[in-house]
């Protein structure tokens, strides 16, 4: 009687249990409808200068509002106004924050084969200024939101989807006055952004790299003076002289290297699936000639993988005379530092007044990024495991990666707060990254659709209602 029982309740229970695949949202329908939605994001001009991000905000809200999900604009400034929504759970788990920014870098229209806001498609990638940062994490996260919403998902947390102004530089407008003004409206335990990627090597899947952690920009100003003179009599104290040689000790100058527990276990598990001569480098870090490799090599993710371990110092900008028969009486050169969290730059200061060695030159603090320093999202988070298993599902050929982004996004504001942020990022090749804030910005269609599976099964696993 007993073994009846047994088998009755095993077969009551395998008839009650979901079948594989059984209410599976179709990702390629979801895919095409964001593609949709990021092509009428991209025709929306947000570049910043001026930004006027609150036309993208609008358009996001009417979107919301056809479908009943209460949304508002809030703005520091009546144009550069981000967009807040709200899918309500139970409570018995702190929210999640899905976030993304509206804003966009200027273009050069000359430089491109298409026009950056018609959002064009060809062979088989959308082109256009945001393509890949960031309206493309914008129409993502709010497809993942619709999906909730419209299959009245059970939800454990509140999801928060934020579309934020201001993040390409600039006033506070954006997520900085958010905290400052609106925190309770967008606090939560657990955000993603951009920041990640999904890299593609050889026309496969490597890696699914998400953002732990990020460098802190930090600006220093080189300035030297002298005596303005005639050209046709050189001086010794001409300041473009000094400022250049300045400049060329800095450039050869490197800070130590130092691993955090992001980068560290960054280089261990890329080094389990790379190239044997690629794997002695990424295990063999803390050697001088390894490091002189990556620094000289004309190879873009090694130079990245340099910068991933040091305080890096790239001098971007000389200023300097106006005439050529004039001897300028001042030049200066500003300094794009990204600091290690936890580095301090009037350390760095002080070692760069030792390196440059010349009493003459003024070395001063440049804030033109207000970002915030903020520690690393833990890596035993319930949502980088949630990532790591979506992971698994939908490539399964590849590994996660946690990873320290050597520019800067707004998670620094939230980490800072204390809220665990994982930055993701959407499917493509180091040539499709390098595009970003460049020309011919693009983004991979087929792989988009992957990228929508991996954030919706994440987001249902760490906010879905749990039996």
Not at 403 to 408: N, P
């Amino acid at each position: 009687m007993k073994m009846n029982l047994a088998f009755f309740a095993i077969l009551i229970l395998s008839l009650a249990a979901p079948l594989p695949g059984q209410n599976v949202p179709d990702f390629i329908e979801a895919r095409d409808e964001a593609v949709r939605t990021l092509q009428a994001l991209i025709r929306i001009d947000t570049s910043n200068p001026p930004g006027n991000e609150t036309k993208v905000a609008e358009h996001l809200k009417a979107i919301l509002d056809r479908e009943g999900i209460p949304s508002e604009i809030l703005a520091l400034e009546p144009a550069r106004g981000s967009l807040l929504a709200r899918l309500r759970g139970n409570g018995s788990k702190r929210p999640l924050l899905l976030m993304a920014h509206t804003d966009v870098v200027g273009v050069e229209r000359d430089k491109w084969t298409v026009d950056p806001f018609a959002a064009t498609i060809r062979d088989g990638y959308v082109y256009g200024r945001g393509a890949s940062d960031d309206k493309d994490d914008v129409a993502a996260m709010l497809q993942v939101l619709l999906m909730l919403h419209r299959r009245r998902v059970p939800l454990d947390r509140d999801v928060i989807f934020l579309a934020a102004s201001g993040e390409e530089g600039g006033p506070p407008v954006g997520v900085p006055f958010l905290v400052e003004q609106h925190w309770p409206k967008i606090e939560a335990e657990i955000a993603i952004n951009e920041g990640g990627a999904i890299h593609v090597r050889d026309s496969k899947v490597q890696y699914v790299a998400i953002q732990t952690a990020e460098k802190l920009p930090r600006g220093i100003r080189l300035v030297t003076r002298g005596v303005s003179g005639h050209g046709s009599v050189p001086r010794p104290d001409n300041p473009l002289a000094r400022i250049g040689a300045a400049v060329a000790k800095v450039a050869e100058y490197q800070p130590p290297m130092r691993l955090n527990e992001t980068t560290r276990a960054f280089f261990q598990r890329l080094a389990r699936i790379s190239p044997p001569e690629e794997a002695r480098l990424l295990t063999n870090l803390e050697d001088p000639a390894v490091q002189e490799t990556l620094r000289n090599s004309t190879n873009r993710s090694y130079l990245t993988y340099n910068s991933m371990i040091r305080t890096s110092i790239s001098p971007n900008i000389i200023r300097g005379g106006f005439r050529t028969n004039v001897i300028p009486a001042e030049a200066e050169a500003i300094l794009d530092v990204r600091l290690l969290p936890g580095e301090s730059r009037e350390e760095l200061i002080e070692e760069l007044r030792r390196v440059i060695n010349d009493p003459s030159v003024e070395i001063l603090p440049e804030d033109w990024a207000p970002m915030t320093p903020s520690p690393p999202s833990r890596l035993d988070s319930e949502l980088f495991r949630a990532l790591e298993n979506a992971q698994a599902r939908v490539f399964p050929e590849a590994i996660t990666l946690p990873t320290m982004s050597t520019g800067a996004t707004d998670s620094s504001h939230l980490r800072a707060k204390g809220m665990q942020v994982f930055g993701i990022g959407s499917v493509g090749s180091d040539t499709d990254r390098e595009r970003a804030h460049g020309h011919d910005e693009r983004l991979w269609i087929e792989g988009y659709g992957k990228f929508l599976e991996l954030i919706y099964r994440a987001v249902v696993e760490v906010a879905g209602a749990q039996p």
